[in-house]
């Protein structure tokens, strides 16, 4: 194990899909033994940038929190948690977006995106990334494991870090992008787009607790091509390819063996062996949420166990801020 403390969130949005889990989850479980310190948030105060039903935020902060642990994040090992339960991160936030320009928000991926599908955004929506840089620096996180898509937002929390500490005196460590190095998954429907919780098509994701028979009958009904063979080339055949890249994570093999495993079968029929490897894979892990969300307050605990271990972490750094900036 290196030195370091490891911070991620994600939000609740329900129960993950193939691709978080495949491209996120997996990795944010393998990382609570290569770091001695681990927090996984889920950022419930970054899901109203949208509009929420509560009934239903609540209920899917239980699904998220059962998926992280079924998904194998371990509250021994790591600090899980629901970030409104922890006022220090909004607190942070505020004393963050008065060193942060308009500017500097204007051009961020996820206000380009997101206030373009509406007419007006929220002016939450317009600082989510402060809000994200707090979540980081109120750790002193050193690394942050994200997407690609997350890259220039936690450029701003490495600026505000420095910021800050040239304003203030040191006190933020830089953190640093733990970039996963595998593929994105596609969408089973149209394999130019990744795999998306917001992909209206019913067939496109997979839940990582749908039941056997959707698995097969999602990846039987998967976009392929005219080709029968199976080969492996993102490019050429992004279809094809996706699949090989599922069946190769799902099975935790390489590209190379997944292929070999494909040969002499046609797409078709690979499609069989690429359904069986997801389905074994996902088994436990349906299974599991199915088990932790039938006991609502024992989630309810962990995450108020969870908020109490944040909160010791956080505090003495936001009163540590607050004394630097002059409360
Ligand atoms: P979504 O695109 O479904 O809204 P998020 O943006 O909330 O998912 O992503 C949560 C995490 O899952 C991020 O770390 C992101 O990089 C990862 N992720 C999302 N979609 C995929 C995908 N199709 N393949 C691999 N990783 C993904
Ligand atoms: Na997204």
Not at 126 to 132: D, E, I, M
Not at 237 to 256: E, M, T
Request: hydrophobic share 40%.
């Amino acid at each position: 194990p290196q030195g370091g403390r490891v911070f991620s969130g994600i939000q609740p949005t329900g129960v993950p899909h193939l691709g978080n889990y495949l491209g996120a989850l997996e990795n944010w479980a393998a990382l609570q033994g290569r770091f001695p310190s681990v927090l996984y948030s889920i950022v419930d105060l970054h899901s109203i940038t949208q509009p929420q039903d509560p009934a239903q935020l609540r209920s899917n902060v239980l699904d998220m929190a059962a998926s992280l642990l079924a998904c194998g994040i371990d509250p021994e090992k790591a600090i899980l948690f629901q970030q409104s339960q922890v006022s220090e991160h909004a607190e942070l936030s505020w004393i963050l977006g008065c060193l942060t320009s308009m500017p500097r928000l204007r051009h961020l991926p996820q206000w380009k995106m997101k206030s373009k599908q509406r007419s007006e955004g929220s002016v939450g929506l317009y600082t989510y990334p402060v809000l994200q840089a707090a979540d980081i620096l109120l750790y002193k996180s050193t690394h942050v494991p994200v997407g690609e898509d997350q890259v220039q937002h936690l450029e701003l929390a490495q600026d505000l870090a420095r910021i800050f500490n040239h304003r203030y005196g040191e006190l933020f460590p830089e953190p640093r992008a733990l970039l996963s190095s595998t593929q994105k998954v596609k969408s089973l429907r149209d394999p130019s787009v990744k795999m998306s919780k917001s992909d209206p098509h019913a067939m496109a994701t997979i839940s990582v607790t749908d039941s056997p028979e959707d698995i097969a009958l999602k990846i039987r009904r998967a976009v392929t091509d005219f080709t029968s063979e199976v080969t492996y080339d993102p490019e050429a055949r992004p279809g094809v390819s996706n699949l090989v890249l599922i069946h190769a994570a799902a099975a935790g093999v390489g590209v190379p063996e997944a292929v070999a495993q494909a040969r002499g079968l046609s797409t078709a029929a690979y499609k069989g062996l690429v359904s069986e490897a997801v389905v074994q894979r996902l088994a436990p892990i349906r299974e599991e949420i199915r088990r932790l969300r039938e006991d609502p307050p024992h989630l309810q605990a962990l995450l108020a166990r969870g908020g109490d271990r944040a909160r010791e972490m956080a505090a003495p750094v936001l009163a540590e801020v607050r004394r630097r900036v002059g409360f």
